[in-house]
């Protein structure tokens, strides 16, 4: 089974995400695919050029080349199509409130939730879901770094 990590009170997901990415991508897991709305996506995107001005993250959407995903470390995707299993992404990264129907192949999926009530509630259901499936479940507070948030 998948291990599926919550960070809760994250305050800004694009900004978030970017430090949550370069620390994968520094430490060597070769593919991660973000998954969530347009809206999230895009501002990921956007936040990813601009987040540090000494280093880049490369990354693409899910309709690029074949090439250019294989070759792309991030790959950002509204919807988890069973095409994109063949570049063995070892992360999923989830910025939306949409539950995943399938975790295989997934060594950790990481769930970004911010302070928004209506984001928490999803959570808890998405927990609740992944914990019946049998997934190792763990949580991380975003505030109080290193206490678990259960």
Request: glycine letters at 6%; aromatic letters at 6%.
């Amino acid at each position: 089974m998948s291990q599926v990590t919550f960070h809760f009170n994250v305050p800004d997901k694009a900004e978030y995400g970017c430090r949550l990415l370069r620390k994968a991508v520094t430490r060597g897991v070769k593919k991660v695919l973000v998954t969530g709305p347009a809206a999230e996506l895009d501002a990921l995107d956007r936040a990813l050029w601009t987040f540090s001005a000494r280093e880049f993250l490369p990354h693409c959407r899910s309709d690029a080349s074949p090439e250019l995903l294989d070759a792309t470390p991030i790959v950002l995707t509204e919807v988890v199509l069973p095409g994109l299993a063949t570049l063995a992404p070892e992360v999923l990264v989830n910025l939306g409130s949409e539950m995943s129907p399938d975790l295989k192949g997934f060594d950790k999926w990481i769930e970004l939730v911010c302070e928004d009530p209506q984001d928490r509630l999803t959570a808890r259901q998405r927990w609740k879901a992944y914990a019946a499936a049998g997934h190792e479940m763990r949580a991380h507070d975003v505030i109080q770094p290193g206490e678990d948030v259960r």
